[in-house]
């Protein structure tokens, strides 16, 4: 088995900065993909970054340039830095982890007032 937790969300003024981190601990013996989404009232999951186990990122067009995904294989941890921040990315964030399947953290809510 293999538990996803994330940390880091909070309240933050339009404009400001939040700082995800996404843990993955368990039966781990390599991770492949990793990626942070979000779920804001009333819509459907998104992808808001998504980095391979070579590193490569993905973005949406609604983030890119604002949001930064990275990860550290020794740490088993993938980070979410979101710069820019702006009400229509508040939200709860989840983090997914594959390992041979999929594993889903239970999420951490971002708030951002205008």
């Known amino acids: 088995q293999v538990q996803v937790v994330e940390s880091g969300g909070g309240l933050v003024q339009a404009g400001g900065s939040l700082r995800l981190s996404c843990a993955a601990s368990?039966?781990?013996?390599?991770?492949?993909?990793m990626g942070w989404y979000r779920q804001a009232p009333g819509k459907q999951r998104e992808l808001v970054a998504h980095?391979?186990?070579?590193?490569?990122?993905n973005y949406p067009d609604s983030v890119k340039g604002r949001f930064y995904i990275s990860r550290d294989n020794a740490k088993n941890t993938v980070y979410l830095q979101m710069n820019g921040l702006k009400p229509e990315d508040t939200a709860v964030y989840y983090c997914?982890?594959?390992?041979?399947?999929?594993?889903w953290g239970k999420g951490t809510l971002v708030t951002v007032s205008s």
């Open positions: 368990g039966s781990i013996f390599s991770i492949n993909a």
């Open positions: 997914r982890v594959t390992v041979g399947m999929d594993y």
């Open positions: 980095i391979t186990g070579g590193g490569r990122t």
